[in-house]
């Protein structure tokens, strides 16, 4: 028996489903996929809209998937890069454990404590209703909170390096997630969120 032999967690008390496999990938397979996506990945640092102004993005974004599956958010309109065997790879993990087929993946790059995203739902209309997503995490351990939109109840949790972490349901409508700037110092974070464009 390994000290990290939980099972999955459910980290959603009621509406919607965010189901967390703390060690769906081993240290050395996480470290190889963090470096290999690290130094591959053509990062962009996309402005951004917010209450009307121009900012940069606290973090760096690149997004590949299907030819034709193209993605916007404040602002930003992104076309999607073409797969890579090492995306694919961990893309077929995802599906596996969903039980659901993604055609992107938005690639985030925490270069440090100062990188971060604000409070945001993925519900964009190109996701559907109720979208599934696979988010997956390599480097540091960051944290993420879950708040719902009106009881404010939040939930507050640790995603490490390797880990797996699959939100469906009303996920996406009843609740918003982020990740919090940190003042501690800190090496960099890759996050993979995989999703399914409807159009
Ligand atoms: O980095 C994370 O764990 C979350 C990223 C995220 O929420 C997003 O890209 O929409
Ligand atoms: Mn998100």
Not at 13 to 25: K, N, T
Not at 65 to 88: I, M, Q, V
């Amino acid at each position: 028996m390994t000290l990290f032999e939980t099972g999955p967690i459910e980290l959603l008390p009621f509406d919607g489903s965010a189901i967390l496999y703390e060690h769906h990938w081993d240290q050395d397979e996480s470290r190889v996929f963090e470096q290999e996506i690290q130094s591959s990945t053509p990062w962009q640092q996309p402005l951004l809209y917010v209450f009307g102004r121009e900012v940069e993005q606290p973090r760096l974004t690149a997004w590949f998937g299907d030819p034709g599956k193209a993605y916007s958010y404040s602002g930003t309109h992104l076309e999607p890069l073409p797969w890579t065997p090492t995306l694919n790879n961990i893309r077929s993990s995802c599906e596996r454990i969903a039980s659901h087929s993604f055609n992107s993946v938005l690639v985030n790059l925490y270069r440090d404590g100062q990188d971060g995203v604000a409070w945001h739902a993925d519900n964009e209309p190109e996701l559907g209703p109720s979208p599934v997503i696979a988010s997956v995490s390599f480097g540091v351990t960051r944290a993420f909170h879950l708040r719902h939109r009106e009881s404010k109840e939040t939930v507050k949790i640790d995603l490490n390096s390797g880990s797996l972490l699959i939100m469906s349901g009303l996920s996406q409508s009843r609740w918003v997630h982020q990740i919090p700037k940190t003042a501690r110092t800190v090496g960099p974070r890759i996050n993979l969120t995989f999703r399914t464009i409807y159009v």
